[in-house]
């Protein structure tokens, strides 16, 4: 079997389904259950015996222990992590603690685990590390996209301390020989996406009837990529992936999110047209992110290359099932929008004061 960790967070849970329709291999599934976690998105699996699922921290070395003692896993994907940047500018704490404290602590679990192993199960073992192309700082307009030797220049509380996490995992390779992979992503997208994230957030205050906060111009550029194409590409490098590699995994949809946001509401209107007219009079500039990175892009070419990965997904094909799922799911919307939900609603957008209101 393999330990997944965060496997209730968003990228995470999708991993876990993905995993166990393709492969059938038991997963132990280890999450905080912090905010972001939802154990809802799982509720298609609860009587799988193949999903068990522990309640805990990543940073409890002893709890760690016993899980590899108990389960004896051939892999660990580690998925883990505090991952939205506004949340890392209002308090930052919580990222060092997690992706940086926590993978260190995973870490070493895990190589004890390992350094136990005869030669064989040594040599097949993997921690696959999940990372973000936020590490790789801001791109400009003409720049080409990151490649996996682009330089390490974080910019927010949450890209340095996921920077800080992949220095670990290259470090215990290199020192321990632990045999790690790495994969650095874009911008996932898709089903049980917690809607303080652009794209979630933009299709439940629509539907709501509320103003879709667009930071600054709107002109910075991500590279979306669809959730379930991204579980696929971690199968890939799990599989067949060089011991101490780092692979990119993007979508190739660079897109502004202004764009983004537009494209949603104009879909909207055609699947749930709103007798009040098109969601994009909800459109409103707020001030800006600090800091705010302009543009990331992924080239994807080496997980092409060697594993021959690529994305089924365009974004056009991807946005629409994205849609389809949150109008077909009213009900997991309505019960991730607790109180805590709405507190950090308030803390995010009330200082944010409305530039300008625009159709
Ligand atoms: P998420 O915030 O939706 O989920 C994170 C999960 O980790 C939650 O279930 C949470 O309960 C759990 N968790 C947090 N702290 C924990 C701890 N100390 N111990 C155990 N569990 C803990 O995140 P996501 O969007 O699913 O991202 C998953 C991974 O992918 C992260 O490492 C993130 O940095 C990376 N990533 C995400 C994106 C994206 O677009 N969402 C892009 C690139 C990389
Ligand atoms: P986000 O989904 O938070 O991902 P990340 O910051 O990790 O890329 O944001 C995606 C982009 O959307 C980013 O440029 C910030 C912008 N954004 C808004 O314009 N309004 C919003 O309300 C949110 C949450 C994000």
């Known amino acids: 079997m393999i330990l997944i960790t965060g496997g209730a967070g968003f990228i995470g849970a999708n991993f876990v389904l993905d995993w166990l329709a393709a492969t059938g291999e038991p997963v132990v599934n280890l999450d905080a259950l912090t905010y ?7 509720a298609s699996l609860k009587d799988d015996p193949r999903h068990v699922f522990v309640h805990g921290d ?44 926590g993978t260190f602590t995973l870490l070493e679990a895990t190589r004890a685990h ?20 936020e590490v790789y700082g801001s791109l400009s307009k003409t720049d080409p996209p990151f490649t996996e030797d682009h330089t390490y220049e974080p910019n927010s509380p949450y890209s340095a301390s996921k920077a800080a996490s992949d220095h670990l995992v ?15 992503c874009s911008n996932n997208y898709g089903p049980y996406h917690f809607p303080e994230k652009l794209i979630p957030l933009m299709i439940v205050n629509a539907l709501a009837g509320k103003p879709l906060p667009v930071y600054g111009d709107g002109q910075q550029v ?12 971690i199968r ?11 692979y990119n995994i993007g979508g190739w949809n660079e897109k502004p999110n202004l764009e983004i946001v537009h494209t949603v509401c104009a879909l909207l209107d055609e699947m749930r047209p ?27 070419r080496k997980v092409e290359r060697e594993l021959g990965w690529k994305p089924a997904e365009t974004f056009d094909t991807g946005i629409r099932k994205t849609l389809r799922w949150y109008l077909d799911n009213g009900d997991w919307v309505a019960r991730v929008q607790s109180g805590a939900y709405r507190e950090w609603v308030a803390t995010n957008y009330s200082e944010r004061a409305a530039d300008r209101k625009s159709a």
Do not use: M
């Open 36 to 42: 972001a976690g939802n154990l809802e998105s799982l």
């Open 114 to 133: 390992w350094s136990a192993l005869d030669a064989d199960a040594k040599a097949a073992f993997r921690f696959h590390h999940v990372s973000t192309d």
């Open 222 to 233: 991500r590279d979306w990529l669809y959730v379930k194409d991204h579980a696929s590409a």
């Open 274 to 300: 709103d007798p009040a007219g098109s969601y994009s009079r909800l459109i409103t500039y707020v001030t800006d992110r600090p800091g705010h990175d302009r543009r990331y892009a992924i080239d994807a």
């Open 236 to 246: 890939a490098v799990l599989a067949g992936g060089r011991v101490g590699e780092v």
């Open 58 to 101: 990543i940073c409890d070395r002893t709890l760690l222990d016993r899980l590899f003692a108990q389960h004896k896993p051939r892999a660990v994907v580690h998925f883990a992590a505090e991952s939205h940047v506004d949340r890392s500018i209002h308090g930052p704490g919580a990222f060092i603690k997690t992706n940086i404290e």
């Open 170 to 184: 290259r470090a215990w390779h290199h020192t321990y020989g632990l045999p790690v992979v790495t994969t650095n």
